[in-house]
């Protein structure tokens, strides 16, 4: 489904948890990683289209999340002609997307990659919200950047003792969470010094 200017409707998820740290996921079998996004189907709106894309990208169901806010506007970039199937060439030039912040009420233990038979990450991990853009394919790195701007104004107040909460920990192995919860217990129970919060 185009658009009259050849722009395909998209969605693009940015999920936070409780430090802030936004998902960022490993398209499969490559080296890019990206945020879970997809296309606006047939009879769809912006939200439906998100929550089908959340659960069949990272696997989390409506109650997993809070939506904090959304871009105003639509967000395009073209896609190079190298990309598009031949057959395609002339008609389609990109996405339109409309992105959503996402705050993660579930745990970390909800995420699953393999929730569909046709899954796009291969693994995962939290970064910080202005995670390094170098890692994504060089044609969409205007728009995440528009829209980690656009969305920065709408990020949740984040309590200091989040930093040692283990449910933001990379969930990646068990044997990682472990650890990172003995790290987080050990800082706790030494007494850091917490930056103020404002």
Same mark, same amino acid.
């Given at each position: 489904? +185009?658009?009259?200017?050849?722009?395909?409707?998209?969605?693009?998820? *940015?999920l936070?948890?409780?430090?802030?740290?936004?998902?960022?996921?490993?398209r499969?079998?490559?080296?890019?990683?990206q945020?879970?996004?997809?296309?606006?189907?047939?009879?769809?709106?912006?939200?439906?289209?998100?929550?089908?894309? +959340?659960?069949?990208?990272v696997?989390?169901?409506?109650?997993?999340?809070?939506?904090?806010?959304? #871009?105003?506007?639509?967000?395009?970039?073209? *896609?190079?002609?190298?990309?598009?199937?031949?057959?395609?060439?002339?008609?389609?030039?990109?996405?339109?997307?409309?992105?959503?912040?996402?705050q993660?009420? !579930?745990?970390?233990?909800?995420?699953?990659?393999?929730? #569909?038979?046709?899954?796009?990450?291969?693994?995962?991990?939290?970064?910080?919200?202005?995670?390094? +853009?170098?890692?994504? *394919?060089?044609?969409?790195?205007? *728009?995440?950047e528009?829209?980690?701007?656009?969305?920065?104004?709408?990020?949740?107040?984040?309590?200091?003792?989040?930093?040692?909460?283990?449910?933001?920990?990379? !969930?990646? #192995?068990?044997?990682?969470?472990?650890?990172?919860?003995?790290?987080?217990?050990?800082?706790?129970?030494?007494?850091?010094? +917490?930056?103020? #919060?404002?």
């Amino acid at each position: 489904m +185009l658009d009259r200017d050849g722009f395909r409707p998209n969605v693009g998820i *940015v999920l936070l948890n409780q430090r802030n740290q936004v998902f960022w996921g490993k398209r499969i079998r490559t080296h890019s990683w990206q945020f879970p996004q997809g296309g606006i189907d047939r009879g769809e709106t912006p939200e439906q289209a998100m929550f089908r894309e +959340l659960h069949e990208e990272v696997g989390l169901q409506p109650e997993h999340v809070a939506i904090v806010a959304r #871009t105003r506007d639509w967000l395009r970039y073209e *896609v190079p002609d190298r990309y598009i199937r031949r057959d395609a060439r002339g008609h389609y030039k990109g996405q339109k997307q409309i992105w959503f912040l996402l705050q993660l009420t !579930g745990f970390d233990w909800h995420l699953n990659l393999r929730a #569909t038979e046709h899954p796009e990450f291969d693994a995962w991990r939290w970064n910080d919200y202005w995670v390094p +853009l170098d890692a994504v *394919v060089d044609f969409k790195r205007g *728009v995440y950047e528009m829209a980690l701007t656009e969305l920065s104004r709408y990020l949740p107040r984040v309590d200091a003792r989040a930093r040692f909460q283990p449910s933001g920990f990379r !969930g990646q #192995t068990a044997v990682d969470n472990a650890h990172a919860m003995d790290v987080a217990a050990q800082q706790a129970s030494s007494g850091p010094e +917490l930056p103020p #919060t404002s």
